[in-house]
């Protein structure tokens, strides 16, 4: 099951939600999770290896994608902004370190 994470772009303010966990949302709908949250380039890539693999990917990548959805947000600028131990249980399941990408208090 999918658990969220509010995170925070402190250069521009922007409050977006982390997910990490499980993918139900993704394992049904397929490439058009990433087209839904933004990201056009990935859905492009999920579409193709959808079809080349005949859904074998889709499969795949419902155990993934949150994970590198977040840790494409981290790339991206933003930190975590949520409660001290959902923080802390994100940045466990992600494998990063809560001390750098945490939102100064």
């Not at 499969?59 to 001290?84: H, M, S, V, W």
């Amino acid at each position: 099951m999918a658990k969220t994470v509010m995170m925070k772009n402190n250069e521009n303010g922007i409050l977006r939600k982390g997910f990490y966990g499980f993918s139900w949302t993704y394992l049904f709908f397929g490439w058009f999770v990433p087209l839904i949250r933004g990201e056009l380039g990935v859905a492009v890539l999920h579409f193709f290896l959808a079809i080349f693999s005949c859904g074998i990917a889709q499969l795949i990548f419902c155990f993934l994608y949150n994970k590198q959805f977040t840790q494409r947000l981290l790339e991206k600028g933003y930190r975590f902004a949520d409660r001290p131990e959902v923080n802390s249980a994100a940045a466990v399941a992600i494998g990063v370190d809560l001390s750098v990408n945490a939102v100064p208090a």
